[in-house]
Nanobody, 116 residues
Framework: QVQLVESGGGLVQAGGSLRLSCVAS????????MGWYRQAPGKQRELVAR???????DYADSVKERFTISTYNAENTVYLQMNSLKPEDTAVYYC??????????WGQGTQVTVSS
């Protein structure tokens, strides 16, 4: 089982920045990958960013060049640095862990609200 604890959400103005943090009970090296997803009201959950144990990253086109995913602290912590935030970034953001067998584990979610 994988436990994920998220923090860092909040209310910011357009153009501002936030850093989301996720502490996992397992190292990314024992997982296939970790990532961040978002879900806005009335919308489906979508992948925002993903990172593998080897350090490979993927980003949604809408956040490329603005968001950065990274790991720290013996690879048990995953960050999402969000810069140049836009109102359309408003959503609940979820940390996720992907097991070698394809199972996904989710954090509780943290609200990010960007005002115009």
């Amino acid at each position: 089982q994988v436990q994920l604890v998220e923090s860092g959400g909040g209310l910011v103005q357009a153009g501002g920045s936030l850093r989301l943090s996720c502490v996992a009970s397992r190292s990314i090296f024992s997982l296939r990958a970790m990532g961040w997803y978002r879900q806005a009201p009335g919308k489906q959950r979508e992948l925002v960013a993903r990172i593998t144990g080897a350090g490979s990253t993927d980003y949604a086109d809408s956040v490329k060049e603005r968001f950065t995913i990274s790991t720290y602290n013996a690879e048990n912590t995953v960050y999402l640095q969000m810069n140049s935030l836009k109102p359309e970034d408003t959503a609940v953001y979820y940390c996720a862990a992907e097991s070698p067998f394809g199972q996904r584990y989710w954090g509780q979610g943290t609200q990010v609200t960007v005002s115009s």
